[in-house]
């Protein structure tokens, strides 16, 4: 298994699927959602508006379209001061996991993350990228996972704690950040 740590568009990755950090609409927004939304063409919207929506730390699937990736995985991050900090935090993990359940039943082998919540939603960023190597850690198979963040905060957060954040979940056999 490895994790990749890279400042990026995820609309850009070549990958079997990308997450994508939805509104519970699933019918587009700002942010990520907008950029996949335009990128992936009108296909997707077309499909989205047959899932009826998305409950939070949920996750749904569709196809790839435009888009370089085969397929796009839909989850709603929690909104963070909508719940107690535990509350946002089992809902984020649930993102993660969910979304990991759907790549893992579609025979994905390569998944590129976003850092879901981590911008209008307000989870602090730094937290929101502990949820996020924490709960990929847990996945021992061969899969090829990155983190694509767009936003140069965040990447200059995960360059201060990749080493840190790496030997805590020893479980990457090969980790790397890409400067």
Do not use: W
């Not at 998944?111 to 990929?136: C, H, N, Q, R």
Request: one cysteine or more; a positive charge.
């Amino acid at each position: 298994m490895s994790l990749t740590i890279m400042k990026g568009d995820i609309t850009k990755a070549k990958t079997d699927a990308i997450v994508n950090a939805a509104n519970s609409s699933l019918l587009g927004g700002g942010g990520v959602d907008g950029a996949i939304h335009r990128a992936a063409g009108p296909e997707l919207l077309r499909e989205c508006r047959t899932l009826n929506g998305c409950k939070t730390g949920e996750a749904k699937i569709t196809g790839g379209y435009n888009l370089p990736a085969k397929h796009v995985i839909h989850t709603v991050g929690p909104i963070y001061f909508q719940h107690s900090q535990e509350e946002s935090k089992r809902l984020l993990q649930n993102c993660y996991k969910n979304s990991m359940e759907l790549a893992i039943q579609n025979n994905c082998k390569s998944v590129a993350f976003p850092l879901i919540s981590a911008g209008v939603y307000g989870y602090p960023k730094e937290e929101a990228l502990d949820v996020a190597v924490e709960i990929l850690s847990q996945y021992k198979d061969s899969m090829e996972l990155s983190i694509v963040l767009f936003d140069a905060e965040a990447f200059e957060i995960a360059k201060r704690k990749y080493a840190l954040l790496t030997q805590n979940y020893k479980r990457f056999d090969n980790s790397r950040i890409v400067f």
